[in-house]
């Protein structure tokens, strides 16, 4: 059964994008044994892609605190936030099961590439419960299933969302 549900989730990464989450944190889809991705622009300087991603970090998580984000000029950015949107996710029968993610990520910079690292804090719902990795996985097999497919979801809609407007981002000097 757990082989099964173990299946089930590294499905449900496929589907939405380039990590999944496991008992032992988010990893790659394509290289499992890593917990990071390297994600290519070519003919962009490493200061380029970090002005770039520190303006689309600032703009989407504005409340973000200090103590939430740190940055080494032109070679990291490290940062946790909270999802956008929330889900039902039924953990537990008493309280609130609307739940968001929350997450902290790395981003490393060099010429022409960025290494993403995510990593899974918790879960949270309105009464500030927190449902961290170990507990997750605890639970019954289609609870899992389902808050997998919410964190994986997440996490990948925000590496889609980092590589497109990486992609698209142009030298502003003038």
Same mark, same amino acid.
Do not use: K, N, P, R
């Given at each position: 059964m757990k082989k099964l549900l173990l299946s089930?989730?590294?499905?449900? %990464?496929l589907a939405f994008g380039?990590?999944?989450?496991?008992p032992e944190n988010f990893k790659s889809i394509d290289y499992n044994s890593k917990d990071y991705i390297v994600l290519a622009f070519p003919n962009k300087s490493k200061h380029e892609l970090f002005v770039a991603a520190k303006k689309l970090v600032n703009a989407k998580f504005e409340k973000t605190t200090s103590k939430e984000y740190t940055e080494i000029e032109n070679e990291q950015i490290t940062f946790s936030s909270f999802s956008s949107k929330s889900q039902l996710i039924m953990l537990n029968f008493a309280g609130s099961n609307i739940y968001h993610v929350h997450n902290q990520y790395e981003l490393n910079f060099k010429d022409g590439k960025v290494m993403v690292k995510p990593i899974y804090q918790y879960l949270t719902n309105f009464e500030s419960n927190q449902v961290?990795? %170990?507990?997750?996985?605890k639970k019954k097999e289609q609870r899992i299933i389902k808050a997998s497919e919410f964190i994986n979801q997440e996490t990948n809609g925000f590496v889609s969302e980092l590589k497109g407007y990486l992609s698209n981002s142009v030298n502003e000097d003038w």
């Open positions: 089930a989730v590294l499905f449900s %990464g380039q990590f999944t989450i496991t961290y990795i %170990g507990d997750l996985y």
